[in-house]
């Protein structure tokens, strides 16, 4: 699978957009772009992902850019409960795709009151 | 829809003993189910990948004898530590690959503590 980069962490106040970068230079043509995150003390939450177009759902948006070497996850409304590590991953997916997700540090986002 | 669960949630154990997780996709159907292991303040390291009715595949330094898995049904994974030691006190989580899309759903994980 191809890697991904993010920041470290970063903070948002409650009620506005939390704008999540990934980087993902090298991902190859038939690599999505998955997004999940971790409360603490919790398992991984699947949150979005997505090929080439932007997708959305009731959770977030995920914007890719034309190239695909880049993502943004956008929590429209973030809410203190949002506070958690967050993990952008790319790989081959679709159905009865069976590879593996590779978690690397993720990045922190603090929602403050 | 696609919920995983584990049991048990949390479990104490005593050096030597045998401790054993189940991972279940309650709606849904996985041929694949992998498992991690995550140590405080790091992230998810896998450990193998889990194959219905077929042998698991181990990552490079995760010993097979010890972390025993078995895969019988579309819908069950147990993770056996043998012998537990106190250095493998962890949180372990699973995750389910569903069969109609690919995208994996993860457990709430357990936490082992040996002592």
């Known amino acids: 699978d191809a890697k991904t980069t993010q920041p470290t962490s970063m903070d948002c106040a409650e009620g506005r957009a939390a704008n999540l970068p990934c980087n993902h230079s090298?991902?190859?043509?038939?690599?999505?772009v998955y997004w999940y995150r971790q409360i603490h003390s919790q398992g991984p939450q699947y949150i979005i992902h997505?090929?080439?177009n932007n997708e959305t759902n009731e959770m977030a948006s995920l914007i890719i850019t034309e190239d695909r070497k880049s993502s943004t996850l956008i929590l429209p409304h973030a809410t203190l409960r949002d506070t958690a590590v967050y993990y952008c991953?790319?790989?081959?997916?679709?159905?009865?795709?069976?590879?593996?997700?590779?978690f690397g540090k993720g990045i922190t986002l603090s929602v403050r009151p | 829809g696609a919920v995983v669960s584990q049991h048990p949630s949390r479990v104490i154990c005593k050096s030597g003993t045998s401790v054993k997780i189940e991972c279940r996709s309650l709606?849904?159907?996985?041929?694949?189910m992998f498992w991690y292991r995550q140590f405080p303040k790091q992230s998810l390291m896998l450990m193998a990948t889990?194959?219905?009715?077929?042998?698991?595949?181990?990552e490079q330094g995760v010993e097979k004898d010890k972390f025993l898995i078995n895969h019988a049904s579309l819908t069950l994974s147990t993770l056996t530590v043998t012998s537990a030691h106190p250095e493998d006190s962890s949180f372990y989580i699973c995750?389910?690959?569903?069969?109609?899309?690919?995208?994996?759903?993860f457990g709430p994980g357990t936490r082992l503590t040996v002592l």
């Open positions: 995750s389910a690959s569903r069969l109609s899309s690919g995208t994996q759903y």
């Open positions: 090298t991902i190859s043509g038939n690599e999505y």
């Open positions: 997505g090929l080439k």
């Open positions: 991953i790319v790989r081959v997916a679709g159905p009865g795709a069976n590879s593996k997700l590779t």
């Open positions: 709606d849904f159907q996985a041929t694949t």
């Open positions: 889990s194959n219905e009715g077929s042998k698991a595949t181990y």
